[in-house]
């Protein structure tokens, strides 16, 4: 048995003015509660330290720059990082990076039990639009504040079990759950800040948002045989409702942990990474059953081509 007791840390709002220093706080006390409960890994929700910026027109670079981190742990960070060294718990958790050569980035790291971050993801699949869209209630603008990521779906070797992130959008991805379930990952983790509504309709109530967010992870959970973490940022931010629906997801697509309110509240699940095994080896032993000669569309194509 290879048992990770995983915390998905789910944060309630952050308001536009709210600083780092004061989420930080609130995600050392989760970070704390976790402890009680014995968990070896805490995951937190996507650009877990402010407001879903993205939601916001913005022109000035200043203005823009002001909400992403040129440093990992930095001031603000540090005593995330310290309070996670001195209990021996990995987390994971994403931020907005600008790098030294000015990329903008939608990030998540991953930190063993000394705070070493060994693994960094970057956004793959960014939705939304990149300029100002006068029809929709509200903005979603990662394609404007974001580029795609550079980095594919690794995974790491930490804690004894193959681990890899995606973030948000991605999760709705079978691809991205493939890729990692090729390089035999056991525990992928996300953070998501999904909005309750349709910004261009109002349509797709709740429930719906609730029911796809769930589908996606238990079926890549099923499908590559491992566990999932989703950690939703819910609640009212800046006027503009954020579903919650934090899940831990079993090898076998079953919901085993679940948020049941919108503010910052932590599940936990005792998650044995020996329990990918039986999928792995069996119906999705990909080495014996995969037919790649099929699956060529799959990386050579992305929209919809009728046969002639
Ligand atoms: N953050 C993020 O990726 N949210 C998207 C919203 C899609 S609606 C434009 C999501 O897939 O949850």
Known sequence: MREIVVGGAQLGPIQRADSRAAVVERMLALLERAAKEGCGMVVYPELALTTFFPRHWMEEQAEIDAWFE??????????????????????????????????????SI??????????????????????????RAFQHLEKRYFEPGDLGFPVWRNLDAWMGMCICNDRRWPEVYREMGLQGVELIVLGYNTPSVNSQNGAEGLE???YHSELSMTAGAYQNATWVVGVAKAGEEDGHPLMAGSIIVDPNGYVVARAEGEGDELIVHACDMDRCTFGKTTIFDFARHRRTEHYGRITSQTGVVHPE
Do not use: C, W
């Open 208 to 210: 719906q948002r609730l």
């Open 70 to 107: 040129t440093e990992m742990p930095g001031d603000a960070t540090r005593p995330l990082f310290d309070r996670a060294r001195a209990l021996g718990i990995a987390i994971s958790f994403g931020y907005a990076e600008r790098t030294p050569e000015d990329r903008h980035f939608n990030t």
């Open 110 to 135: 991953l930190t063993d039990r000394a705070a070493r971050i060994v693994g960094t993801y970057r956004k793959v699949h960014l939705p939304g639009h990149s300029e100002y869209d006068a029809d």
